[in-house]
C-alpha cells in the first residue's frame, strides 16, 4: 500500500472509493490490499482502492493511503444481511454505503467575509442573490443579519444531506432499524436534513477535517428562520443551529480496542462545540464546550437524526482489518468443521458475497447461553414469541437466531477472531468490537439513546448486549 501521499483524514460510516492518478472520486468494485494492482469497474489506472461503511473496510483504506486520500464516511444504518457491507439496490450515484474524501483538482472552500444587517426583506434577499456563499439570520421580520462568504484556496468542503441536488456531495437517507420491515419504513418522514452538514478539509499539512451543521443550498445560501435557535457571540460573530442538530461523539482513546465511548456533543453552524439540547428541536442552545472542537478524529460518531456516521481517517483504516482478512477468519472457522451439538451436522458460515439467504449448514445460536447450533424447530417455550427457544443444552430460554458475519471491516476496533453476536440481530463480530459497540449510545429519534448492532441498527437487548458463542469441537 501507499501511505506517503495522504491529504485528508476521513468521515462518517461507510463508502467505497478508488485512488487514481487523475481522478478523485472513482467507485471501485474490487482491489488488491497489498497496493500492486486494483481492478476497478470504472476506471483501469487504479493504483489501489478501498472501502468503508458497514460492508468494506478494505477497498477504502487502500484508496485513502494511496494519494490525495481525505479519508472516509461509513454509515451505520443498515437492516441485517441487507446493508450489511451494501446498500440493497447497490452503491448508486452519490447514494452509497461508504463515502470517500479526496482532494478536490481545485478548491470549493469558503470563509466568512462581510457582514450587513439588512432591515428590509427585499435588502436581504438582493445580497443573497449576488452569487456569492451566504448565511441569513432572520433575527425578526425586520431585522436580518447576512454573512457573506468568499473563496477559500486553502479548504476543500464536502457536503452531506438528503438532498439530491447538485450541492450535495453525499446522499444520505434514514436508516432503517433491522428491527423494521418495509412497511413500517415507509410510514415514517425523514428527520434529517435536505442540506445537514457540511465537512471542510484543510489542503495543506495536518489536513484537519471539521464539521459544521448546515450545508449551503443550490443558490449557495444557509437560511436560519426566524423561529431558529440562532444568537450573536460576545466577539461580535452570528450563529446558530439547526432544526434536529447535527451531533458528534469523538470516541475516548481513539477508535482503538482500548476506545471508550466519548460524550455526545452538538455543532453549530459556525463549527462551535455545545452541551446538547433538551430537546433535540429545542430553540435553546446547550452551554459551549470550549475546551472541545469540531475536528473529525478516527472513531468520530455523527447524528444526522435519521442516519448515524462513523468517520474513519486514512491512518485509522490502515491499522483496521480488511475483508481478506474477515474472509480468512471465516474459512478458518469453517475449516475447523463446528458441529451442531444436536444432530452432528457440520456448520458452516455463509460467503460473504451470499449473505441474503439463511443457509442449510448456517449456525444459529441461543442468544442467552451462547451454544451454536445448526437449524430446527422444535424446543419453543412461547406462544407470542416464535423466535424463543429452550436451549436443548443448558435450558436456558431466550431469541434463537441464525448468525451472520459483520461484513464491514470499518467497524471493527481489532482484527481478533469472530467469537462474539450481537443480541438480537445475531451479527458477529470480534469480542472487542463487539464490546466496544454494545456501550455506544447512539441518538435514536429526537429523544432517546440506545445501543445499536452497527451493522443493521437493530436496538441491543440483554445485560451485556452481546453474548459470546460456544461452539462444538475444536473451533474454541
Known amino acids: 500500500m501507499y501511505f506517503t501521499d495522504i491529504r485528508y483524514p476521513c468521515f462518517n460510516f461507510c463508502f467505497s472509493f478508488c485512488q487514481s492518478p487523475n481522478s478523485h472520486f472513482v467507485t471501485c468494485r474490487t482491489f488488491c490490499l497489498e497496493g500492486k494492482q486494483a481492478i476497478c469497474s470504472r476506471s483501469t489506472s487504479c493504483r489501489s482502492c478501498t472501502a468503508v461503511h458497514r460492508g468494506g473496510a478494505e477497498r477504502l483504506r487502500s484508496l485513502l493511503l494511496a494519494n490525495d486520500g481525505w479519508g472516509a464516511s461509513l454509515l451505520l444504518d443498515d437492516r441485517p444481511n441487507k446493508y450489511n457491507g451494501a446498500l440493497p439496490n447497490g452503491d448508486r450515484g452519490r447514494r452509497k454505503s461508504r463515502f470517500a474524501l479526496y482532494k478536490r483538482p481545485k478548491a470549493n472552500g469558503v470563509k466568512p467575509s462581510t457582514v450587513h444587517v439588512i432591515s428590509t426583506p427585499q435588502a436581504s434577499k438582493a445580497i443573497s442573490c449576488k452569487g456569492q456563499h451566504s448565511i441569513s ?35 444520505v437517507t434514514d436508516t432503517i432499524s433491522g428491527s423494521q420491515n418495509n412497511d413500517e419504513a415507509q410510514i415514517t418522514q425523514s428527520t434529517i436534513s435536505r442540506f445537514a452538514c457540511r465537512i471542510v478539509c484543510d489542503r495543506n499539512e495536518p489536513y484537519t477535517a471539521r464539521i459544521f451543521a448546515a450545508g449551503f443550498d443550490s443558490s449557495k445560501n444557509i437560511f436560519l428562520g426566524e423561529k431558529a435557535a440562532k444568537w450573536k457571540n460576545p466577539d461580535g460573530h452570528m450563529d446558530g443551529l439547526t432544526t434536529n442538530g447535527v451531533l458528534v461523539m469523538h470516541p475516548r482513546g481513539g477508535f482503538t480496542e482500548e476506545s471508550q465511548p466519548g460524550v455526545w456533543r452538538e455543532i453549530s453552524v459556525c463549527g462551535d462545540v455545545y452541551t446538547l439540547r433538551e430537546t433535540r428541536s429545542a430553540q435553546q442552545r446547550g452551554k459551549l464546550v470550549e475546551t472541545e472542537t469540531n475536528v473529525l478524529q478516527d472513531g468520530s460518531l455523527i447524528d444526522l437524526c435519521g442516519a448515524t456516521l462513523l468517520w474513519r481517517t486514512a491512518d485509522g483504516l490502515f491499522h483496521t482489518p480488511t475483508q481478506k482478512h474477515i474472509e480468512a477468519l471465516r474459512q478458518e472457522i469453517n475449516a475447523a468443521r463446528p458441529q451442531c451439538p444436536v444432530g452432528l451436522n457440520t456448520l458452516a458460515f455463509p460467503s460473504i ?3 441474503e439467504v439463511v443457509e442449510e449448514k448456517q449456525p444459529w445460536a441461543y442468544l442467552s447461553c451462547g451454544h451454536v447450533h445448526g437449524y430446527h424447530n422444535w424446543g419453543h417455550r412461547s406462544d407470542t414469541e416464535a423466535n424463543e427457544r429452550e436451549c436443548p443444552m443448558c435450558r436456558t430460554v431466550g431469541p434463537y437466531v441464525p448468525l451472520w458475519l459483520g461484513c464491514e471491516a470499518g467497524f471493527y476496533v481489532d482484527a481478533g477472531p469472530p467469537t462474539h453476536a450481537f443480541t438480537p440481530c445475531g451479527h458477529v463480530c470480534s469480542e472487542k468490537s463487539a464490546k466496544y459497540w454494545s456501550q455506544i449510545p447512539l441518538p435514536h429519534g429526537t429523544h432517546a439513546f440506545h445501543a445499536a448492532c452497527p451493522f443493521c441498527a437493530t436496538q441491543l437487548l440483554g445485560e451485556q448486549n452481546c453474548i459470546k458463542l460456544i461452539f462444538q469441537g475444536p473451533v474454541d
Open 137 to 171: 439570520y432572520t433575527l425578526s421580520r425586520n431585522q436580518t443579519v447576512v454573512v457573506e462568504y468568499t473563496h477559500d484556496k486553502d479548504t476543500d468542503m464536502f457536503q452531506v444531506g438528503r438532498s439530491t441536488e447538485s450541492p450535495i456531495d453525499f446522499v
Open 353 to 355: 458475497n451470499r449473505k
